[in-house]
């Protein structure tokens, strides 16, 4: 592994991390991660370990996106809100800072972090389906 690419990808987390947990931050700091993310799993030489942390919260990125930020009705728009801002400052945030501070070779730091992630979405879906919507089936 590249020290550059292990460094790229910890300054880009600590960054998304630093801004969603402000209150107000410009642009989307997901979307800011996600595109140093496909260049980082993209990039041939870069150590396997980066590339597969890159290419799995690249796909939690993307349906993140696909299933709670996009084409939401506007009577449920609050509530979702409500169930992202949640997910986001309780547990998106923690899990970025702890695989930024992780060495990526400690594969239970960076699973547990995934985990994290991947369930935290399932859950705030499954909030949503309660809100008596279709949305994001």
Not at 22 to 27: C, K, L, M, R
Request: hydrophobic fraction near 40%.
């Amino acid at each position: 592994m590249t020290t550059d690419d292990h460094q790229r990808l910890r300054a880009s987390l600590e960054e998304c991390a630093r801004q969603l947990s402000q209150t107000s931050h410009n642009g989307a700091p997901l979307r800011s991660l996600q595109r140093e993310l496909v260049s980082l799993y993209g990039k041939a030489g870069t150590n396997v370990r980066i590339r597969a942390i890159a290419y799995m919260l690249h796909v939690w990125i993307d349906r993140y996106y696909s299933q709670l930020a996009g084409g939401i009705a506007p009577a449920i728009s609050e509530q979702i809100l409500n169930v992202r801002t949640e997910m986001l400052s309780s547990v998106v945030v923690p899990a970025l800072v702890r695989l930024s501070t992780a060495d990526a070779t400690d594969s239970g730091v960076v699973w547990e972090s995934m985990e994290r992630l991947y369930i935290s979405f399932l859950d705030a879906m499954g909030k949503v389906a309660t809100l008596g919507t279709d949305f994001g089936k």
